[in-house]
């Protein structure tokens, strides 16, 4: 199974550079060094899952509508219990080249169980980064505090003292 690490990289894979969305999962080299990193086999099959696994979990964090690319991911999946000598162990019934990318998805879905409303959207509107709110208070707003949070903290602090009359 995936960690929480795993799907932040996973989702965190579309960064926005120089005002410009980068994908990096483009590059068929890079999707495959993070499944093999993540116990994947590699091959078209399996970054191709990968790609609509990430952009489904995507737009569902984004509030936009992920779910039907969720459902084609998870379609005929089943987890089976084993007995094992400490207990039951659940096992994944899916083609090999799906495995990972349902992993991806089975974690997005631990995350929101185990931390409900702790997974979300950057709140800089030029940003594509998701965060993984850890703070006990639950109130982090940014990927980031050094880069999105000081930008636009600095915008509204020029914003405000544009709008405030120079006396003279």
Known sequence: ???????????NSTPVAHGRRQDLWWDDH???RWAR???GLGGDEERRWLRAARDALQAVEAGTSGQPGLRRVLEGVRRVP?????????HLEVPEERRLAVELVLAWADVKERMPGR???????????????????NTARWCSMKTCGNRLKARRHQARTRETPQSE
């Open 1 to 11: 199974m995936l960690d929480d690490q795993a799907l932040l990289q996973a989702l």
């Open 30 to 32: 890079e999707v495959e």
């Open 37 to 39: 990193e993540h116990g």
């Open 82 to 90: 084993r007995p094992s000598a400490s207990g039951i162990e659940w």
């Open 119 to 137: 997974l979300r959207p950057c709140e800089n509107p030029e940003c594509r980064l998701f965060l993984l709110d850890r703070s006990r208070a």
